[in-house]
């Protein structure tokens, strides 16, 4: 069974940075091409950026709102995906879910920016 | 960059009817168009991919249809569970915009 399961949102203050991980189990991770996708609540999704796999090139792509400041890696020998945030602005508050090109999706994990 | 944009925003049907949901492109994305369905406080979920590839498990009342800019998602017979927001996006290239999202409510 296919599981993405996201993991350290939190509350943070301006200008501070979180690093999010989603832990990938039930396929071949190395192989596939990752994305990351936040939604403020009560809002539409907004695509935040994906990594390739390293046979597609292992290259990130970003988001307008997000590029500069945010950076997606992935540890193929853990099955793992990164975001991390920096510079973070209130206007970042969101749920942040990863999913995988083909559909399967994580729970989300919360991260407000708030003073 | 391309945009995309749903329509309606909102719509309220009876149970059977038939519901349809447009989203167009601002620019040719071949048939780079994928279908999502979020119930509320729900996560996403992928119901088509290249406009018209129904995912495994889905209900066969779910179709899609379109390429190049203009595309549709038709529910044919609409349920009580197909209550929620219905969101297109586009995977040509990035960034792999979503449109705005449609709301479908029973009547």
């Known amino acids: 069974e296919v599981q993405l399961v996201e993991s350290g949102g939190g509350l943070v203050k301006p200008g501070g940075s979180l690093r999010l991980s989603c832990a990938a189990s039930?396929?071949?991770?190395?192989?596939?091409?990752m994305n990351w996708v936040r939604q403020t609540p009560g809002k539409g999704l907004e695509w935040v950026g994906r990594i390739r796999s390293k046979t597609g090139g292992g290259t990130t792509e970003y988001a307008a709102p997000v590029k500069g400041r945010f950076a997606i890696s992935r540890d193929d020998s853990k099955n793992t995906l990164y975001l991390q945030m920096n510079s973070l602005k209130t206007e970042d508050t969101a749920m942040y879910y990863c999913?995988?090109?083909?559909?399967?999706w994580g729970q989300g994990t919360l991260v407000t920016v708030s003073s | 960059d391309i945009q995309m944009t749903q329509s309606p925003s909102f719509l309220s049907a009876s149970v059977g009817d038939r519901v349809t949901i447009t989203c167009r492109a601002s620019q040719d994305i071949s048939s780079y168009l994928a279908w999502y369905q979020q119930k509320p406080g729900k996560v996403p979920k992928l119901l088509i991919y290249?406009?018209?590839t129904l995912r495994s498990g889905v209900p066969s009342r779910f179709s899609g249809s379109g390429s190049g800019t203009d595309f549709t998602l038709t529910i044919s017979s609409l349920q009580p569970e197909d209550v929620a927001t219905y969101y297109c996006q586009k995977y040509d290239s990035a960034p792999l915009t979503f449109g705005g999202g449609t709301k479908v409510a029973i009547k």
């Open positions: 999913y995988r090109a083909g559909g399967n």
């Open positions: 290249a406009a018209s």
């Open positions: 039930g396929f071949t991770f190395s192989n596939a091409w």
